[in-house]
């Protein structure tokens, strides 16, 4: 179970982190290690899994669940992974660019 106030800050951030931080994995982590990444993610902040939640806080997590599904789709995809590896690396270093922000809302990282 998460915390409502745990909910409330990862919304916050949860546009501004790169799939890879989102998972928190290590930039070009194997393939085995974004399924694992996924599966704990999804155990912890899917909605069905705290069910004492209600209400915005509810619907915060919903967001936070669909991105972490996201960003699983797009690092399981070779193909789609890439852009976003240049990504997460730069997100490493703590400078992602303010262009890039707004592009990761997009399915395939606005690419």
């Given amino acids: ?3 409502p106030a745990e909910v409330r800050t990862l919304a916050k951030l949860v546009d501004e ?8 994995l ?9 399924k694992q990444a996924y599966y704990a993610a999804s ?3 899917h909605p069905d899994a705290n069910r004492h939640l209600a209400g915005a806080d509810r619907e915060l997590l919903e967001r936070i669940a669909k991105r972490i599904s996201e960003a699983y789709q797009v690092l399981r995809d070779q193909r789609r992974r890439q ?3 240049h990504r997460g690396l730069r ?5 992602l660019p303010s262009a890039e922000v707004g592009r990761q809302g997009s399915p395939d990282g606005g690419v």
Avoid: T
């Fill in 43 to 45: 155990r912890k902040l």
């Fill in 91 to 95: 997100a490493q270093d703590g400078r």
């Fill in 83 to 85: 852009p976003q590896l």
């Fill in 17 to 24: 982190l790169s799939y890879y931080q989102l998972l928190e």
């Fill in 26 to 34: 290590a930039p070009g982590a194997p393939a085995s290690a974004v």
């Fill in 1 to 3: 179970m998460i915390a």
